[in-house]
């Protein structure tokens, strides 16, 4: 998940849950039944669960730029060599390694 | 909220405080509703009034209970457990309780009701204090909510009188 994602997530969970409770409020108090608050409460703090706990494709949507190695080195940035590699001199790969 | 543990544990506490939130406002909003119960006892008969061998009093009697508890009952009340008690004031106490029926209601639609009971548990006095005796009849009511504080409250019911004499 990338920055905006978790940025997202964490946005989404807290207004789902939180209206989510004024709902499940609003309803028992209607419908006078405190079995039926919880019910409701339950549910939805499940869809959030699936919601926002596993990571979505639409959480990754703004991928981190990794610097280039060779930009990085000329922004003064000391980079571990790679491992000498079987003639792939012309550029390095460009790492963006994201979980 | 980098990994599914973080943002699991996140949902967590904040459901969980939520839950907790929304239960002290259960609570606050029973404040909401005013309780007009009714109950009425009378003694139909008095079974058996006689002395213990160990010079106890003893009494049974025959009550009609009747009650209408109905605006107890709001979403948070769980149930209500009524006892009658009967209380009265001898040379040695101010006042003497002694219980002698009590039920548990468990819904608003068993909240009406008009039954005739004899005392569950004996109406026994510490001594031989009865005879003549004027005594109360109360019906005690303790809510019990299902988030929140439990409130108790009572109504009175007077003028009544043992027999002078045993039977």
Not at chain 1, 25 to 39: D, E, H, Q, R, W
Not at chain 1, 57 to 82: S, T
Not at chain 2, 93 to 120: G, R
Not at chain 2, 121 to 128: E, P
Request: glycine content about 4%; some cysteine; hydrophobic content about 40%.
């Amino acid at each position: 998940m990338d920055w905006q994602g978790q940025k997202l997530s964490e946005m989404l969970m807290q207004i789902m849950l939180l209206v989510s409770a004024v709902v499940a409020f609003v309803a028992g108090y209607v419908m006078s039944s405190f079995k039926n608050m919880l019910i409701i409460y339950a549910a939805s703090v499940g869809i959030t669960l699936l919601t926002t706990v596993p990571d979505w494709p639409f959480f990754n949507r703004n991928p981190l730029q990794w610097l280039d190695p060779k930009e990085a080195e000329i922004h003064g940035v000391r980079v571990q060599k790679p491992k000498p590699q079987p003639q792939n001199t012309s550029k390095k790969p460009s790492k963006a390694s994201k979980k | 909220m980098h990994s599914f543990a973080y943002r699991s544990n996140a949902l967590f506490t904040f459901g969980v405080t939520i839950l907790a939130i929304m239960c002290i406002m259960v609570s606050v909003s029973d404040n909401f509703n005013t309780a007009s119960p009714q109950a009425q006892i009378e003694v139909l008969k008095i079974n058996r009034f006689k002395r213990q061998p160990n010079g106890n009093d003893e009494v049974s009697l025959t009550m009609n209970i009747s009650a209408d508890l109905q605006s107890l009952f709001t979403w948070n009340t769980k149930q209500v457990f009524i006892f009658v008690a009967a209380e009265y004031e001898t040379a040695k106490n101010v006042l003497n309780q002694v219980s002698l029926w009590d039920a548990i209601i468990p819904s608003k639609e068993h909240a009406v009701f008009s039954i005739p009971a004899t005392n569950k548990y004996g109406f026994v006095d510490q001594g031989s204090n009865l005879r003549g005796q004027e005594f109360n009849l109360t019906m005690h009511w303790h809510v019990m909510p299902k988030t929140g504080y439990m409130y108790a409250d009572k109504k009175v019911i007077s003028g009544f009188r043992l027999p002078e004499e045993y039977r």
